[in-house]
Each structure stands twice: as C-alpha cells, then as structure tokens.
C-alpha cells in the first residue's frame, strides 16, 4: 500500500479537491489540472502544476481584470504592500498581459492523506486571498485610489452581522 503512495500523481488528488468542492475543472496532461470558479467578486481560474524533478506542486490563481502599462506601476505597489501581510503565497502580475495572480508552491513529498488536506488547505487560503484583495485592485484599477488607502480596507477584520 505504501508503494502505491509514491506513484500517484498529486494532480489526481488536486483533481479529488475540486471535484468534492464540485468546480469546473479540466486536465491539460497527466501534470497539469485548471479549474474555474465563480466567487463573490469575479470569476477565478485556478492552474496547477506538478514537477515530478522536484517533487512540488504549484497553484496560481488568476482574475477577471487586466492592468494596462498605464497603471503598472501604481499595481507593483499595491502588490507589495499586500505581499507583505501574506503568511503564505504572494500576489504578482503576469508580464504578459498585465493580470493579478496569486502563486504558491508545495512539496508533495508526503503520504496522499496529508497530500489531501494540505492541497484543501492550500484552495482554501488561496481564494480567501484572492477575495480579500480583490476589492483593493480593482480600486486602484478603476476608481483611482492610491495603494495604501485601497489595502486599509482588505486589512479590516469584520466580526458579526448588521
């Protein structure tokens, strides 16, 4: 049983994860698994990929929006002012075509139990990031808000209801 632990690939167990959180997903190869999901703000496309060399599997998350050159600038600040209250992944640009992303990379080293609930894990945090910084990009993407004033209300902690 334990032999089989090692030959599996950590993409059917990603694959495992969206599929009881029941999202859209496909399989590009036997290394890759994309998903799509609709939150509260904007629709997500999640890629995973796994590299058998070393072992680790990494998530990137993107969103619906796009910063032209224009406001380049004004996102790598926002970026980093974010990245800096994160304990785990960061947020980037894709240099390509100007959209948010957030990145984390995992080992995948251990038996496919642990694989199962760090990979949840790992969704789980990634979108509750993606939703609490969502607002702050599209401030700066569309109402002109300067980065330290759109990242103070990302960093405000609700409790209760209204």
């Keep these: ?13 990603v694959e495992d994860v969206i599929h009881q959180k029941k999202w859209n997903f496909s399989r590009a190869a036997d290394h ?9 703000w904007c629709l997500y496309r999640l890629y995973f990929n796994w ?13 619906d929006i796009r910063f032209p050159e224009n406001k380049i600038l004004k996102a790598y600040e926002l970026l980093g002012l974010i990245n800096e209250n994160l304990w ?8 390509r075509n100007g959209i948010p992303a957030f990145r984390h990379t ?4 251990t038996n496919n139990e642990i694989l199962h609930k760090k ?8 979108i509750y990031e993606c939703e609490k910084f969502y607002p702050s990009f599209q401030q700066v993407l569309f109402e002109e808000t300067n980065p330290k004033e ?3 209300f990302a960093n405000l902690e609700v ?4």
Excluded at 51 to 63: C, D, H, M, P
Excluded at 88 to 95: N, P, Q
């Design 1 to 13: 049983m334990e032999n089989e632990n090692l030959n599996l690939n950590p993409i059917d167990i």
């Design 32 to 40: 890759e698994l994309v998903a799509e999901i609709s939150s509260q």
């Design 51 to 63: 590299s058998e060399n070393i072992n680790a599997l990494t998530l990137s998350i993107t969103f």
């Design 88 to 95: 785990l992944g960061h947020f980037d640009i894709t240099s």
């Design 106 to 109: 995992i080992l995948s080293n």
């Design 119 to 126: 990979f949840e894990d790992l969704v789980d945090i990634a």
């Design 150 to 152: 759109a990242i103070k």
């Design 159 to 162: 409790i209760g209801r209204a």
